[in-house]
């Protein structure tokens, strides 16, 4: 994976204290509070001490593979030192067990640090959970789609579609204005390739000018997030055909883009740059309708989409097998 090193590969996949402890004698949250309770990066930390250790510890991450690598790291040092030392894990600490994160990834450790944090102060408090806050970064959030955008106005300013389609130009035009402002080549922020970005754009842009799109950074992509392709499997998947028994062209792309942004921090919906969530939602009723039908709680889409991988690979990421009886319910179903 493009910027995973192999520690923090090895940290993101060792599930040895993943989950959640029931009767937990500190409980420290960050990102689950109501205010912010689906709008963020979320991490939860459970532990039990025995003498004033922390004896126990586990985690639950809502977010990408850094955060998860950086609460792996944090609940490694944290096991089995004293309370008093264990309240000495700063983000420093966890990122150079780490042996450190990308720059623009060094928010993932300090939220690793303030839930641990939180979950230490809890035990100290008799077991009431310490709910932690802090400003939400540009980088857990994502940039959002400006109309104003001299890219957005151009794109729309083409020759215009049917009024059923009109939907899918916005869709587009949005996503490529966001992806626009990030780092790497533009079909590949939005995994494509460049055939078939072209080929979007000619079907949904008639006329636009390619050269007003951004030129290619000097990195070549390098800093691209690795696309999860146990999740573009599951989107293909759902791919209908077309009149000549392949992959309908505009739905594949749709696949494939989804499974690129599901790759960025922060909501998907803000990454594929519409203006409210529900734009999302119709978008895959439009072109990957059993996959909507799938989903048919209504569960957040990166939230469902990881779920599906998380249960495919035998693992299990929701702390309870009743959606509704769980506490988490509206972070994976609230609007």
Known sequence: ???YTDTI???ASDNTRTGFLEHADGTGEVGLSAQEIGSRLAVRFTLNQSNDQVDTIRYQVFGCGFTIAACAAAAELAEGLPLTDAHSIDAWAISNRLN???QERSYCAKLACDALQAALASAQNHAEPVVASRSVSHEETGARVNPENPLYIHLMGSAGMSDEEEADRRMFAGLLTVASH?????HGAVGLDEDSLVALLELYFPGFDLSLLPADTPDGGSHLPDINQDILRILLAHVPCDAT???NQPAEWLARIIAARTARPGHLWVSMGFL????LSAAI????PTLAAANSGGMRWKRYLFKQVCEMNGGVMCKSPNCGDCSDYAFCFSE
Do not use: F, N, S, V
């Open 182 to 186: 990030e780092t790497g080549p533009l």
């Open 9 to 11: 590969l090895k940290y």
């Open 285 to 288: 009723r439009r072109h990957l």
């Open 245 to 247: 028994g392949g992959m």
């Open 1 to 3: 994976m493009q910027d």
């Open 100 to 102: 450190g994160l990308p």
């Open 276 to 279: 409210e969530r529900a734009q």
